[in-house]
C-alpha cells in the first residue's frame, strides 16, 4: 500500500495562499511560515501531517500527494477547509 508524509498551511484566501508560496520560493522557512499562518492545529508542529495512506485525507489532498514531486511546494489547493499549500516529504509505493 502506497504512503506518503507531508505537511500543509491552511489558510482562508487563495490570495493569501499564494503570498505564502511566494515567501517560501523566496527562502522563508515552511515550518516557520506554518506556525505563524496555518489555520489547521497542525501549524504548531510546522504543518507536519505524518503518515498517511490514500483515502484517509480529502481527494484533493490525495491527488496532489501521490503525484506530486517530493520536496516541491504544491497549491493553491483548495478544500472544503480552504486553500491549502502542501508539501510531499517522503513517499513510498
Known amino acids: 500500500m502506497a504512503l506518503a508524509s507531508a505537511r ?3 489558510v482562508s484566501s487563495e490570495e493569501s495562499c499564494l503570498t505564502l508560496k511566494s515567501e ?3 527562502g522563508s522557512d515552511f515550518t516557520e511560515v ?3 499562518h496555518s489555520s489547521c492545529p497542525s501549524g504548531a508542529t510546522g504543518g507536519d ?3 498517511f495512506s490514500p483515502g484517509m485525507m480529502v481527494p484533493e489532498f ?3 500527494v501521490f503525484s506530486a514531486p517530493i520536496g516541491e511546494v504544491q497549491g493553491p489547493v483548495k478544500t472544503q477547509f480552504g486553500y491549502h499549500l502542501l508539501e510531499v516529504t517522503a513517499r513510498k509505493d
Open 8 to 10: 500543509h498551511i491552511l
Open 24 to 26: 517560501i520560493e523566496a
Open 34 to 36: 506554518a506556525k505563524k
Open 49 to 51: 501531517l505524518g503518515e
Open 62 to 64: 490525495d491527488a496532489v
